[in-house]
Structure formats: C-alpha cells, structure tokens
C-alpha cells in the first residue's frame, strides 16, 4: 500500500497560481487512480480532480474546470495539481488521495489511501 505526503501549499491573492504535488511511497504506485480533494471550514470534503493510473483520462469538479490541472509523473512517484485563477472561495485544505482501481473514483468513498493535507489559502 502507498504513503502519500502533499506538498505546495501556501498563501496566494486571487488570480495567482500554486502547484501542489503529492509523493507516493510504494512500488505499485503506478497502478492507482489518483486524486485530489479539498475541505474548507464547516465543510464537508469535496472532490477536485483525479487521473487514471495510466495518466490517459482525467475528471474535474465543475467547480475547478479550466483553471486547475492533475498530471501525474509514475517514474518519480508523483501527483501534481497546478492551480490557476485562484479564487477566495478554493481556500481549503486540499487532500491528496489513492485508488487501487483501474475505474477513476470521484467519490472520496472511492480512496482509501489519503495525505496529510496541505493548506490553501486565497486572499482576496
């Protein structure tokens, strides 16, 4: 089973742009759907984005559409979000998550593997 660590958060103004990645411990990496999640106060999580283990389809909330990116590199073990266009309202903790499934969940009920999170702020 993989680890995963988030990494890349931070403050940012609106309209500014952030990276997150997420490290993965494992050798079978490559074999999981990926995904990313967030939870801002008061809220219940929600699903941003997520890619297929092979990198060949990707999903976004419609929320995320066209401003944010999910890549993943398998040789180094790696999930990346790049956000742009930030808005106040994508502040959040955002969770990287892990599916071994070749079907790409966008249910957080879909992973049972999750990072620590890593905090998104957006100032207006």
């Known amino acids: 089973q993989v680890q995963l660590v988030e990494s890349g958060g931070g403050l940012v103004q609106a309209g500014g742009s952030l990276r997150l990645s997420c490290a993965a411990s494992?050798?079978?990496?490559?074999?999981?759907?990926m995904g990313w999640f967030r939870q801002a106060p008061g809220k219940e999580r929600e699903f941003v984005a997520a890619i297929r283990w092979t990198g060949s389809s990707t999903y976004y909330a419609d929320s995320v559409k066209g401003r944010f990116t999910i890549s993943r590199e398998n040789a180094k073990n790696t999930v990346y979000l790049q956000m742009n266009g930030l808005k106040p309202e994508d502040t959040a903790v955002y969770y990287c998550?892990?599916?071994?499934?070749?079907?790409?969940?966008?249910?957080?009920?879909?992973?049972?593997?999750w990072g620590q999170g890593t905090q998104v702020t957006v100032s207006s």
């Open positions: 494992g050798r079978t990496f490559s074999t999981y759907a």
């Open positions: 998550a892990a599916a071994h499934t070749s079907v790409v969940p966008t249910s957080l009920y879909g992973y049972n593997v």
